[in-house]
């Protein structure tokens, strides 16, 4: 019997599969957990991967309601937040 992954597992490979091969299904799907789930990860890293939402195109059909827009607005205003604790 396979077992559901935790949520903080989800998000970890989803990460991932946004740094490895950055398509928006990915971004979609961690958008989702994220908005469930907070979790503390390397804001250097976070930013990095966020900042890759503007150039993907991608989009699957979606069955649960979506907004790109505000997808999209949200992984930006996120990787700008991070910038002070880069800094810091």
Partial sequence: MKSIPFPLDLAVNKLDS?????????FIDFYFIQKEHSYKIDPLFLGSCFLKIEKLHDY??????????EMIAYFINLAKSLKEKIVA
């Avoid at 946004?18 to 990915?26: C, Q």
């Avoid at 699957?60 to 827009?69: A, G, R, T, W």
């Fill in 18 to 26: 946004i740094l490895t091969r950055s398509k928006a299904r990915d």
């Fill in 60 to 69: 699957p059909k979606m069955v649960k309601e979506f907004s790109d827009k």
